[in-house]
């Protein structure tokens, strides 16, 4: 059947139906039917004949319209926009006070980037004396979007005057207002219209335009954060058959500040809304996003955790848990998850050297060459690849290895990335040059660490350290460590290493004094420094405690050179 022949049929079917009521009702009247008390209705032929006119017109208006309506669509369907815009106007005219059919005609024409048909359409609607402000406000709007603001505010505060909770009108008449510097107008409509009693949507969409106020630059007296969010609370418990809105309630609650209040009702719309896919990965990301932002991880890594079991092959999912674990320092996990994301998407380069850091904090340093190697093979040599290969080298106590990579980061850095020469990297490499005993290399890469952070704790105490092992320059050593203590006075590491350089200048009782302390802060028992205070009982001839103390540090750790110390020491 051809699209013409099947819209005959609708509109006869139309009209068809609309006059069978009219019909009978006439036929009754024509034959004097009498009502069920048995009378002859009193009825004026003549002007129920006028009547029956009347209702048949509007019926076969009606009628005709419904075949206006379904042309236009027959017309979109086959994609001839023109037409059917032609007969939905033609539609909506022979019914101007169906409203909710004006309105979309209306929208199709502006869509269609008809204006002046939309005002016209609209117009001729707003005549009636029965109009409503769902008309007046869209004509308001319309005439805004078209730039004739005084027809667009005579129209709007018709419609906000009718209907002080119509939002849209208020939202028409605060942006004139605002574009007109008349920022006070636009507070006071905003301010009446708070008074007014709605429905959900309704303090929505005014905590919305609340928010667009504040955020206009004419705006000299902001509408309080409180108020705001007193609105938008409203709304809340009024929206339980409106999904789309409680989403946005959450989403301008965030705006206006509250991100915990914000995290509740994203969580509670996850919970209503874990059967629907789409919506529940968008609240899913924000939920996520206000974890993090108010620093809880775990929860964030959670919700993570709950996204790969719908989406395991996102590779960018496994990349941010792994991040999010290894920031957490849970570099077991983030090993895995960072594999997980080479595996997915072997192309992203990033992955190679957080998986690669994982494993070097978890000494696998073996297995951190091995993906620094496919990195290798991947992409071009850098900075950060060659750097992190040192590290894996240092932590397999390959510090010859070590040292190589350091130097080839150092060059690629000095040449294109100074910022990258870093006092955690001119430290790192002097802690290799140290281990290989080269320690003039050493103490230079430490000094430099200090020169970009004085208050480098550790490189000051490296440094202090490895003098006072030498026995050279300790009163610099000392002064190193002073400083180290006053950034960390109850550091066990640091007040052993100012005892031994009291030692090595022959200071024995501050000697045995720090590193006393040290061993009493000391979280877990370490062999060194129990070592080094048997080395100052022994200075200080107290060869019982000497040797207390030497057992006590082969008892944690086994020691060739403590033991002949040990042995070798005499009795009291």
């Known amino acids: 059947?051809?699209?013409?022949?099947?819209?005959?049929?609708?509109?006869?079917?139309?009209?068809?139906?609309?006059?069978?009521?009219?019909?009978?009702?006439?036929?009754?009247?024509?034959?004097?039917?009498?009502?069920?008390?048995?009378?002859?209705?009193?009825?004026?032929?003549?002007?129920?004949?006028?009547?029956?006119?009347?209702?048949?017109?509007?019926?076969?208006?009606?009628?005709?319209?419904?075949a206006r309506y379904a042309a236009g669509v027959s017309a979109d369907v086959q994609g001839n926009t023109p037409q059917a815009l032609s007969e939905y106007l033609e539609a909506a005219e022979r019914d101007l006070a169906n409203e909710p059919l004006v309105l979309e005609v209306a929208m199709r024409l502006v869509q269609g980037r008809q204006m002046e048909r939309a005002l016209q359409?609209?117009?001729?609607?707003?005549?009636?004396?029965?109009?409503?402000?769902?008309?007046?406000?869209?004509?308001?709007?319309?005439?805004?979007?078209?730039?004739?603001?005084?027809?667009?505010?005579?129209?709007?505060?018709?419609?906000?005057?009718?209907a002080p909770t119509n939002?849209?009108?208020?939202?028409?008449?605060?942006?004139?207002?605002?574009?007109?510097?008349?920022?006070?107008?636009?507070?006071?409509?905003?301010?009446?219209?708070?008074?007014?009693?709605?429905?959900?949507?309704?303090?929505?969409?005014?905590?919305?335009?609340?928010?667009?106020?504040?955020?206009?630059?004419?705006?000299?007296?902001?509408?309080?954060?409180?108020?705001?969010l007193q609105t938008l609370q409203q709304a809340r418990g009024l929206l339980q058959e409106h999904p789309v809105h409680r989403v946005r309630l959450a989403e301008l609650v965030e705006a206006a500040g509250d991100s915990r209040l914000a995290l509740e009702l994203y969580v509670e719309l996850l919970e209503a809304f874990a059967d629907a896919p789409?919506?529940?990965?968008?609240?899913?990301?924000?939920?996520?996003d206000l974890y993090l932002q108010g620093g809880r991880r775990q929860e964030a890594m959670n919700q993570l955790e709950a996204f790969l079991r719908d989406h395991p092959r996102n590779a960018q999912l496994w990349y941010v848990l792994g991040r999010l674990a290894l920031e957490e320092q849970q570099y077991d996990r983030a090993g895995r998850w960072l594999k997980e994301t080479i595996r997915l998407n072997p192309q992203y380069e990033p992955a190679y050297y957080d998986a690669a850091l994982a494993m070097i904090n978890t000494n696998q340093a073996q297995q951190a060459l091995e993906v620094l190697q496919m990195a290798r093979e991947r992409f071009p040599a850098k900075f950060i690849l060659e750097y992190f290969t040192g590290l894996a080298h240092a932590r397999a106590e390959d510090y010859?290895?070590?040292?190589?990579?350091?130097?080839?980061?150092?060059?690629?850095?000095?040449?294109?990335?100074?910022?990258?020469?870093?006092?955690?990297?001119?430290?790192?490499?002097?802690?290799?040059?140290?281990?290989?005993?080269?320690f003039d290399e050493a103490a230079s890469y430490f000094q430099k660490a200090i020169a970009q952070e004085p208050d480098f704790a550790e490189a000051l105490n490296y440094l202090g350290y490895m003098w006072a092992e030498q026995g050279i320059n300790l009163e610099q050593a000392r002064e190193l460590l002073t400083r180290a203590l006053k950034l960390?006075?109850?550091?066990?590491?640091?007040?052993?290493?100012?005892?031994?350089?009291?030692?090595?200048?022959?200071?024995?009782?501050?000697?045995?004094?720090?590193?006393?302390e040290a061993i009493a802060l000391s979280e877990k028992p370490d062999a060194t420094l129990h070592d080094h205070l048997g080395d100052i009982y022994a200075a200080m001839k107290l060869w019982d405690k000497a040797r207390a103390e030497w057992k006590k540090s082969l008892e944690i750790e086994p020691n060739e050179n403590i033991r002949k110390k040990l042995e070798s020491a005499p009795s009291s």
């Not at 009636?128 to 027809?151: E, K, P």
């Not at 022959?506 to 045995?512: S, T, V």
Request: contains cysteine; hydrophobic residues 40%; proline residues 3%.
């Open 278 to 288: 789409p919506l529940r990965d968008s609240l899913r990301a924000k939920v996520v």
């Open 121 to 162: 359409l609209l117009q001729k609607s707003a005549t009636r004396t029965n109009v409503t402000a769902l008309i007046l406000s869209h004509l308001g709007w319309l005439n805004a979007q078209a730039g004739r603001t005084n027809d667009a505010l005579a129209y709007s505060q018709r419609a906000w005057q009718m």
């Open 400 to 438: 010859a290895a070590a040292i190589k990579a350091y130097t080839a980061a150092e060059i690629m850095a000095g040449a294109t990335e100074p910022e990258r020469l870093t006092a955690v990297f001119y430290f790192q490499v002097g802690v290799a040059c140290e281990r290989l005993k080269r």
């Open 488 to 516: 960390e006075p109850k550091n066990a590491a640091y007040l052993d290493s100012m005892g031994w350089i009291y030692f090595k200048l022959g200071d024995l009782e501050r000697a045995r004094s720090f590193v006393e």
């Open 1 to 66: 059947m051809s699209g013409r022949w099947y819209m005959r049929l609708l509109a006869a079917l139309a009209v068809g139906w609309a006059l069978t009521g009219c019909v009978r009702q006439g036929d009754a009247i024509r034959a004097g039917q009498t009502s069920r008390l048995g009378k002859p209705p009193r009825t004026n032929t003549v002007e129920a004949l006028r009547k029956e006119a009347a209702r048949t017109a509007e019926v076969e208006s009606r009628a005709e319209m419904l």
């Open 167 to 228: 939002t849209l009108a208020c939202r028409t008449l605060v942006t004139l207002y605002l574009e007109q510097k008349q920022p006070e107008n636009a507070l006071r409509c905003l301010e009446t219209t708070a008074r007014s009693k709605g429905d959900g949507v309704f303090y929505v969409e005014l905590g919305d335009l609340m928010l667009s106020y504040n955020r206009h630059p004419a705006v000299t007296r902001p509408i309080s954060t409180n108020q705001i």
